[in-house]
C-alpha cells in the first residue's frame, strides 16, 4: 500500500553534512507518522527521529539532538533527514518508516512500511 524510496546518503568528512530523502506513495501522506532509523554493521537497528503527520511535532534520540532535523514537505510526500555536524558514529544504512497513526514513535513495532535504506558514511 505505502512505497518509500530513501535518497541523499554517501561519503562525507566528520563534521560534514548531508540531507536524506524518503518519497512516499500509495495514500494519504499526511495521514501518517514517519521516523527515521539506522542500522550499523552486526547491531540493531535503532531510533533516529521521528515527525507527526502534520509535521507539527517531532522526536529525537538523545544521540542525534542539535545535530539532526527532521521535516516534511506534505504537499511533494516526501520527508527529510537534516543531518549536520556529522560523526565516524553516524556511519550506518538509513532507513525511513511509515507509522500506522499519525503520531510520532520510537517503537519500531508501529511502523509498519519500511524503505530499503541508503548508506551514510562518515570519516575522520
Known amino acids: 500500500q505505502v512505497q518509500l524510496v530513501e535518497s541523499g546518503g554517501g561519503l562525507v568528512q566528520a563534521g560534514g553534512s548531508l540531507r536524506l530523502s524518503c518519497a512516499a506513495s500509495?495514500?494519504?501522506?499526511?495521514?501518517?507518522?514517519m521516523g527515521w532509523f539506522r542500522q550499523a554493521p552486526e547491531k540493531e537497528r535503532e531510533f533516529v527521529a521521528a515527525?507527526?503527520?502534520?509535521?507539527?511535532?517531532?522526536d529525537y534520540a538523545d544521540f542525534v539532538k542539535g545535530r539532526f532535523t527532521i521535516s516534511r514537505d506534505n504537499a511533494k510526500n516526501t520527508v527529510f533527514l537534516q543531518m549536520n555536524s556529522l560523526k565516524p558514529e553516524d556511519t550506518a544504512v538509513y532507513y525511513c518508516a511509515a507509522a500506522r497513526s499519525r503520531w510520532a514513535t520510537r517503537l519500531r513495532v508501529e511502523y509498519d512500511y519500511w524503505g530499503q535504506g541508503t548508506q551514510v558514511t562518515v570519516s575522520s
Open positions: 515527525i507527526t503527520g502534520s509535521g507539527g511535532g517531532t
Open positions: 500509495g495514500r494519504t501522506f499526511s495521514s501518517f507518522g
